[in-house]
């Protein structure tokens, strides 16, 4: 089946510097990407969708200075959190789409800590 | 437009008995439907989906979940739990192609042994 990976699986990093989530499909070819934050406790929100070669469309609320997406080959996307802060800490999950396919496939899932 | 509601946030279950986990949808199309599970601090796990086809879906570990459109609903059951069912569950209406998903708020299921 389809296998989505995030590198890395968790993170801690000082208040004010920035990290880098990658999210690959491994196995198939991801025309779009998805990146959803999760607080503890709490339901899955959808921070962006970014398409392959193509800027990255943001949610409402969502700092695209703060978060910045890219999504540079159709196995590829990385999430970066700059000057981050400590109310950056979350779980940080992506997924892929294949096409027109109505499943999306998850990753793991990143669990970072701004201290 | 689309949205889902999974009614019950929290279910507890003695160990053996059957799980019923309550998800009501709106959809303006015709909608794709998916149950993940997530362990803590695990990512999601694919339970089941259903994409237009026979009504009652079967997904992993004896889970199934039943397409009702006159109810707009589809429950996730189990006939007998296992401790290692614990876990938060989340329902996902997807109504077209391009669209995005809309996660529930997810139900946090607790076996009792």
């Known amino acids: 089946g389809a296998v989505v990976s995030q590198h890395p699986s968790w993170v801690i990093c000082k208040s004010g510097t920035s990290v880098k989530i990658e999210c690959r499909s491994l196995?198939?070819?991801?025309?779009?990407m998805f990146w959803y934050r999760q607080f503890p406790k709490q339901s899955l929100m959808l921070m962006a969708t970014?398409?392959?070669?193509?800027?990255?469309?943001?949610e409402q609320g969502v700092e695209k200075d703060k978060f910045l997406i890219n999504h540079a080959s159709l196995t590829l996307s990385t999430l970066t959190v700059t000057s981050a802060h400590p109310e950056d800490s979350s779980f940080y999950i992506c997924s892929a789409r294949d096409g027109t396919a109505y499943e999306q496939y998850f990753g793991p899932g990143t669990r970072l800590t701004v201290t | 437009a689309q949205s889902v509601t999974q009614l019950d946030s929290h279910v507890s279950v003695s160990e053996g008995t059957p799980v019923l986990l309550r998800c009501n949808y709106s959809?303006?199309?015709?909608?794709?439907l998916f149950w993940y599970v997530q362990h803590p601090n695990k990512g999601l796990q694919l339970l089941l989906k259903?994409?237009?086809?026979?009504?009652l879906v079967k997904g992993i570990n004896g889970f199934e979940a039943e397409f009702k459109k006159s109810e707009t609903s589809f429950h996730l059951t189990k006939p007998s739990a296992h401790m290692s069912d614990a876990a938060e569950y989340f329902c996902v209406v997807n109504s077209g192609g391009y669209q995005k998903v809309t996660f529930g708020t997810g139900t946090k299921l607790q076996v009792i042994p």
């Open positions: 970014s398409n392959e070669g193509s800027k990255a469309t943001y």
């Open positions: 959809s303006s199309y015709s909608p794709s």
């Open positions: 196995d198939f070819q991801a025309t779009t």
């Open positions: 259903y994409t237009s086809a026979a009504t």
